[in-house]
């Protein structure tokens, strides 16, 4: 750069001083992209299926457990109750009840839904299309039914629930009617938990519910006053999709929510967060 008498002519220091001032705003001469490259984001929080949680000694937990999806529209409905109600639940599922796009659609959406919604095995015949006897008479064959629904379904949890008995697979508990035994122990023997339940929602003629809405806020009650579960503090509910499609059966499935949401200490919680699953 030329010089008169040892010094720099005004233009010129302009322009050295404005070329300054732009070098410093983009960081010195770092780039964009190295700079878009340096701030990293944060890594994801989404729960994972079957992640252990602290558990809380001083609350009531209620697992709600509803099997047989996809039924619609009794599937969909109780989800809406429970997205509404802002609780949590477990949908059993059975592969062979999935056909056709708009169940394939249910489906998705559950394994989707998590960590409001938990979907598990339920098999993928229901037990032989509900021929109990010969199902439990054919271990092999029965667990064999449970990982094909696992494969078929996408099942994200090793948690079952064995068709139309209730039994339960633990962490070092394994119980139930004498004839699920073989496959309990099985079905134990590589890492599966089995989830029975404590109260029946019970239904009659295909879909309709036994219990009033009162019936059942006095079960839970009761059970939970009495520490009369299959551990304390702790109660899984079990009830079927069909059993609310009709208006004045949502409406009773709404009450008994609303109702133990009443009590501070109540928690609905999904079963991979029940407290003796094996992870």
């Not at 992209?33 to 558990?55: E, L, Q």
């Not at 029965?142 to 696992?150: P, S």
């Not at 697979?169 to 079905?187: A, D, Y």
């Amino acid at each position: 750069m030329r010089k008169f008498n040892g010094k720099m002519p005004v233009q010129a220091a302009v322009m050295l001083a404005v070329g300054v001032l732009l070098f410093s705003a983009c960081g010195g001469g770092e780039s964009k992209d190295n700079k878009a490259d340096s701030v990293k984001p944060a890594a994801s929080t989404k729960p994972v299926p079957g992640a252990a949680v602290p558990y809380d000694s001083s609350k009531l937990y209620i697992y709600l457990t509803w099997d047989d999806a996809p039924q619609p529209p009794g599937t969909m409905d109780c989800k809406r109750i429970f997205e509404s109600e802002g609780v949590k639940a477990t949908f059993f599922v059975v592969g062979m009840n999935q056909f056709g796009r708009e169940r394939e659609k249910i489906v998705d959406t559950l394994r989707n839904s998590y960590p409001q919604f938990l979907m598990a095995n339920h098999s993928t015949s229901h037990g032989f299309r509900n021929n109990y006897k010969k199902f439990y008479s054919m271990p092999d064959s029965a667990v064999q039914d449970f990982m094909d629904n696992e494969v078929k379904m996408k099942v994200p949890v090793k948690i079952i629930r064995l068709p139309g008995n209730n039994s339960w697979v633990l962490k070092g508990e394994v119980k139930g009617p004498k004839s699920t035994m073989p496959v309990c122990h099985k079905l134990d023997s590589l890492g599966y938990n089995v989830i029975g339940w404590d109260i029946e929602w019970q239904f009659k003629g295909g879909n309709v519910p036994v219990q009033s809405a009162d019936q059942m806020i006095a079960e839970v009650n009761k059970k939970f006053e009495n520490y009369y579960s299959n551990v304390e503090n702790n109660i899984v509910i079990l009830a079927h999709d069909r059993m609310f499609e009709k208006p004045q059966y949502q409406d009773s499935l709404r009450k008994v929510i609303a109702t133990l949401k009443q009590n501070p200490k109540v928690v609905f919680e999904t079963i991979d967060h029940y407290p003796t699953i094996k992870h």
